[in-house]
C-alpha cells in the first residue's frame, strides 16, 4: 500500500503562484506513475499532470507551460508548481499514484483546495 498525503493549497490571485506538494509513504519503491489530478466545482476529475518512472511527463493543452510536476526521490514527495494560475484553475487537487507490485493498484491522497480569486 501507498499514503498520500497533500499540502500546499491554499488562496491566490490571478497571475499569481502555488506549489503543491504530496508526501508518500509504504510502498513507494513499487510506483510506476505519479500524477495530479483536479476536480473544479460541479465538474468531473481530469488529470493535470502526468509523471513515469522513467521521467516522461504529461499535460493537458489547459495546463502545459504553466504547471510543472517533479518529484523529490530522497524525500519521497511529488510536487506541482503552478504558475500565472487563473480562475479556471481553482479545483481540489488530488495526487495519484499507481504501482504494479504485487499487484496493479491506484492510490489517492485526501486532496487540497486551490481558490483563485480576484
Known amino acids: 500500500q501507498v499514503q498520500l498525503v497533500e499540502s500546499g493549497g491554499g488562496l491566490v490571485q490571478p497571475g499569481g503562484s502555488l506549489r503543491l506538494s504530496c508526501a508518500a509513504s509504504g510502498n513507494v519503491k513499487s510506483i510506476d506513475f505519479m500524477a495530479w489530478y483536479r476536480q473544479p466545482p460541479g465538474k468531473q476529475r481530469e488529470l493535470v499532470a502526468g509523471l513515469t518512472s522513467q521521467g516522461n511527463t504529461y499535460y493537458p493543452d489547459s495546463v502545459k507551460g504553466r504547471f510543472t510536476i517533479s518529484e523529490d526521490p530522497a524525500k519521497s514527495m511529488i510536487i506541482l508548481q503552478m504558475n500565472n494560475l487563473d480562475l479556471e484553475d481553482t479545483a481540489v487537487y488530488y495526487c495519484?499514484?499507481?504501482?504494479?507490485?504485487?499487484?496493479?493498484?491506484?492510490?489517492w491522497g485526501q486532496g487540497t483546495q486551490v481558490t483563485v480569486f480576484s
Open positions: 495519484n499514484v499507481q504501482i504494479s507490485s504485487p499487484a496493479v493498484e491506484n492510490y
